[in-house]
Structure formats: structure tokens, C-alpha cells
């Protein structure tokens, strides 16, 4: 059997088509030598058409930005985007040496501290440097993990609950109804002050900021997953439901091993598309409040007003859909993954 008809390269290909690299299948079948007319095609198809596509973007980009003008000036072109971009860059790296040097120091004058005396108490205190752009991409990342984990563990449960019983769907389809199209933007005053009045602490685990942030986003992208984990679990076959029944199975082993492996599309569709609306929620949430991330950075630069600032703006707006992209194609590759194993 050739190489690329064995089953290993087909999970290969699978696992490569899934992480959005399915254009190397083809790639590698023209260099053994299967069918390489069919596989050009292909290979055009997967990557020529994807790139022809991107790049006449581009174009049209550069060529029709600069016609834009604004209150900023010119509506920047690939160029001057890609120029703020090394200009974030560097400006991570250089607030990173200042934060090794502060350290540094700090260590330094602790340590001549304690060989003139050995009892003299000394302290570490905290780099308090502005956050650079990559420091809000990871606050964003972290906020919107957070509050899209807090929903799974609201939303699965009462997803399987709905889907197996028809009385409690009854008595939360009306708060799922209501709930759902409500905007962050009206949940989050009330967030923030539901917050301010139970979150007390001298020593906080976690700042005031980022939890009215996740509990928004957890709010916001919950009813995703809860109506597809109901709507998968009222939909699978009743003769599973029926044979756990038969061997008198707990209702918990029959959750566990009938009814979550066969509503585990169903449920995977709906954490994509939560994660996707939690991400959109999180910098509205984060513009709107002010909080640490990638939606204040905006907000900031569009007040700052610079030259630069339009050019940091559209840097911030292709970051926001990489990361959305990326995200769901994570949670793509997870749904495989599991999907294979519940099924081995």
C-alpha cells in the first residue's frame, strides 16, 4: 500500500486539515508521486485560491486606504500597519529591560542591605511599568478563558438537565429567552456593581477589572452552549436512554457514558460559538469599563489621536481576528479530539 493511502497518513491529513494546514496533504502527495494533476488542483485550491484571495486584499487595501482621510489623517495601508506592528514589538522588549533592570537593582541594593546588616528587613516590590501590547493581548486572553469556563460549567449541566427533562425546559426556556439577547454593554454596570459590593478583600486573589470583565463574558456566551448541549441531549437515540434503563444504571453513569459521548457535537458547537461571542463581548466589555486589554488599548489610542494612533488601532483589529480565528480553531482541533476518544 502506498504511503499516502495508509491509515496513519489519513489521520495525519485529518489532523492537519483540522489545524487549518490541510494544503501539506496535498503537498506531500505530489512529491510521492500520487496523481500530482489531481493533487496540483488541490493544492491550488487549498492554498493558491486562500493567498490570491489575501493578497488581492492587500492590494485593494493599499490602494484605496490612502483616498480615506480622517480626523487622523489617512487611513494607514498595509505598510504603516506593519511598521506600528515592529513598533509594539520593540516597544515589549524595551519594557521588558527595564523591567529585568529594576529588578536587578532592587536585588542588588537587598543584597548590600543584608551584608552591611543581617537582620535589616528588606522588601521586593513590584514592577509597576505601563502594560505594553503584548501584556494586554495576554490579559484579554486570560479574562476571556475565564469567563468562558465559568459558562461551561454554568451551561453544560443545565443544558444535559434541559435536554433530559422536559419540565425543566419548561421553567428556563422563558429565562433563556430573556437573557439571551441582552447586550454586555447593559450587564456590565450592573457586573460592576454587584462586584464592587460583594468582592472585599484586603488581599484580593484577582482585580476588581478582571472579574467584572469575565463575569460579563460569562453571561454573554453561556446561552450558546446551554441550547445546543439541551437540543443534543433531547436528540439522541431513545434506545440508548432505554438500554441504560434495562442495565439500571445510575443516572450518572448513564450521563457520563450514553448521553454526553452522543450529544458531544451538539455540546462542542455550542463552546466555538461561545468562545466566539465571549471574545466579541470581552472588548466591548474592556472599552466600555476601561479594563486591562486589547478593547482598552483601543480606546486609548483612539483618544490619543496621534499620527500613529489609527495605524495601532487597525494593528489591534487584526490582532482581535487572528485570535478569534485561532481560538475557534483550537476548540475545532479539542472537539476531534475528544469526538475520537469518546468513540474509541
Known amino acids: 500500500m502506498p ?8 489521520r495525519a491529513a485529518h489532523i492537519l486539515t483540522v489545524a487549518g494546514l490541510g494544503w501539506i496533504t496535498p503537498l506531500v502527495r505530489i512529491l510521492a508521486g500520487d496523481n500530482p494533476r ?13 493567498l490570491a484571495a489575501i493578497l488581492l486584499f492587500l492590494v485593494a487595501w493599499g490602494t484605496l486606504a490612502p483616498k480615506v482621510q480622517t480626523s487622523l489623517g489617512a487611513v494607514p495601508g498595509p505598510a504603516q500597519v506593519w511598521e506600528q506592528v515592529t513598533v509594539l514589538a520593540n516597544d515589549h522588549v524595551a ?89 454586555p454593554l447593559a450587564w456590565l454596570p450592573i457586573v460592576t456593581m454587584v462586584v464592587s459590593a460583594l468582592y472585599v478583600s484586603d488581599d484580593p486573589m484577582f482585580d476588581k477589572s478582571f472579574l467584572n470583565s469575565a463575569i460579563t463574558v460569562t453571561l454573554c456566551s453561556l446561552w450558546p452552549t446551554l441550547i445546543n448541549t439541551a437540543i443534543g441531549v433531547a436528540s439522541i ?20 457514558k450514553l448521553v454526553l459521548p452522543s450529544a458531544l457535537p451538539f455540546i462542542f458547537t455550542g463552546l466555538r460559538l461561545s468562545l466566539g461571542v465571549g471574545w466579541m463581548v470581552l472588548i466591548a466589555a474592556e472599552m466600555l469599563a476601561q479594563n486591562p486589554g486589547l478593547g482598552k488599548f483601543v480606546w486609548d489610542e483612539f483618544q490619543n489621536g496621534s499620527s500613529q494612533s489609527l495605524a495601532k488601532i487597525m494593528v489591534a483589529v487584526l490582532t482581535i481576528g487572528l485570535i478569534g480565528f485561532l481560538l475557534d480553531r483550537l476548540m475545532q482541533a479539542l472537539q476531534v479530539t475528544f469526538s475520537f476518544s469518546a468513540t474509541r
Open 3 to 10: 504511503f499516502t493511502r495508509s491509515p496513519a497518513f489519513t
Open 95 to 183: 519594557e521588558r529591560a527595564k523591567e529585568a533592570a529594576f529588578y536587578e537593582r532592587q536585588a542588588k541594593r537587598n543584597a548590600e542591605a543584608k551584608a552591611a546588616d543581617s537582620s535589616a528587613d528588606t522588601k521586593v516590590r513590584k514592577y509597576t511599568g505601563k502594560p505594553t501590547y503584548i501584556d494586554q493581548i495576554a490579559t484579554s486572553l486570560k479574562t476571556v478563558f475565564m469567563g468562558f469556563l465559568l459558562a461551561c460549567v454554568f451551561a453544560v449541566p443545565l443544558g444535559v438537565m434541559c435536554g433530559l427533562s422536559k419540565t425543566v425546559s419548561a421553567a428556563l426556556n422563558p429565562l433563556i429567552q430573556l437573557f439571551k439577547p441582552v447586550s
Open 237 to 256: 437515540d431513545k434506545d440508548l436512554v432505554n438500554v441504560g434503563r434495562v442495565l439500571n444504571l445510575s443516572t450518572t453513569t448513564t450521563i457520563r
Open 38 to 50: 489531481q493533487q496540483m488542483g488541490e493544492l491550488w485550491r487549498q492554498l493558491g485560491v486562500p
